[in-house]
């Protein structure tokens, strides 16, 4: 498959491009970026000095002309500018930013304080978290790539209330990141000494992802779900920990029974013990595991994936994987790194 990055020099796109470099079955024929078009990837991530890319302003009529599938991986309200034209060129489209995430317009616009500017094709495109909507994903021409926090909680939540385990008004998501989740633009919160030693909270109340769970968990639950999420931010590089905590009255059978459902997932782990950021960094895996406190009457959830992998660029290819018939793991098999 003929495949185009569009922001391929962020982080998530980089990590993308990363990834399509080992993919068997995928060629990369246009790396845009509009920061270092005329520059190689090699010059802006060394790291890429065994497979470069050339770096390319955007042309739309030529990725159209040579492309299958294109990724777009561009700030939230710039995507819905440019994938009605990718749509119109006749390519398929995965997008990783939370513009096509949503099932209704207005939602979107209340959580990201803008217009959206392509709601029409809200109707047409399917959430890209391939677990849930695998059967969906397969004929789709648009993906809206799921976000990394709403991924580990997702995951780690769905099953429970799609069997009614939980109680629905209890839910308290507590997640931290590394600080690739906040890209690669240069912010004063970011820089080394403000983060280097510190550990804190953003977006209390107010963070995006919240609304984009509430829409997925509503699904699963067959009712209106709310819920507290509460992000914080860790002196790390990368990788998401969710701790999650809901009241419940199940037994350790029932949750276990629950899970099942992803027991032949091959990027959905449960595990007996609780995981860490470092089981998971470098994969496309999310380790899940639980434990249920008596005392209280609550379960509480831990889940870890990697941010930049199984809650971006991974998902992507998991999906471009699940579009064009390829085995789901191929490019993605790789063990994390735990050192």
């Given at each position: 498959m003929n495949i185009s990055v569009i922001g391929a020099t962020g982080y998530s796109g980089a990590e993308l491009m990363r990834i399509l470099s080992g993919h068997p079955n995928t060629k990369v024929v246009h790396a845009v970026s509009k920061s270092f078009a005329g520059k190689k990837m090699s010059e802006i991530y060394p790291s890429f000095l065994g497979c470069d890319y050339p770096l390319e302003p955007l042309d739309i009529p030529a990725i159209c002309a040579d492309s299958d599938i294109v990724f777009t991986c561009l700030p939230h309200g710039t995507s819905s500018e440019v994938v009605p034209q990718l749509l119109d060129g006749g390519v398929k489209v995965i997008d990783l930013s939370g513009d096509f995430r949503y099932n209704d317009a207005a939602v979107y616009e209340k959580w990201y304080n803008t217009k959206h500017g392509a709601a029409h094709l809200l109707n047409q495109s399917v959430y890209g978290l391939t677990e849930l909507y695998r059967d969906k994903i397969k004929h789709a021409g648009l993906v809206g790539n799921s976000g990394c926090y709403t991924t580990s909680s997702i995951l780690a939540l769905a099953p429970l209330l799609r069997s009614g385990l939980i109680d629905t008004g209890s839910i308290i998501i507590d997640a931290k990141s590394g600080v690739t989740g906040a890209g690669r633009s240069e912010k004063l919160p970011l820089i080394f000494c403000e983060v280097d030693e510190n550990f804190k909270a953003y977006g209390v109340a107010s963070h995006r992802h919240t609304s984009e769970i509430e829409?997925?968990?509503?699904?699963?639950?067959?009712?209106?779900?709310?819920?507290?999420?509460?992000?914080?931010?860790?002196?790390?590089?990368?990788?998401?920990?969710?701790?999650?905590?809901?009241?419940?009255?199940?037994?350790k059978a029932q949750i276990d029974k629950a899970y099942d459902i992803y027991s032949n997932e091959p990027f959905v782990h449960i595990t007996n013990t609780l995981p860490e950021i470092k089981h998971v960094i470098g994969s496309n895996n999310c380790a899940i595991g639980f434990k249920l406190d008596e005392r209280t009457g609550r379960i509480i959830i831990i889940s870890c994936i990697d941010n930049l992998i199984k809650g971006a660029g991974g998902q992507a290819v998991q999906n471009m994987n699940t579009m064009c018939g390829y085995s789901e793991s191929e490019g993605l098999n790789n063990i994390g790194w735990y050192l």
């Open positions: 829409q997925e968990l509503s699904i699963a639950a067959g009712s209106e779900i709310t819920l507290s999420f509460t992000p914080h931010l860790l002196p790390i590089k990368r990788g998401i920990l969710t701790t999650i905590y809901a009241s419940t009255t199940a037994s």
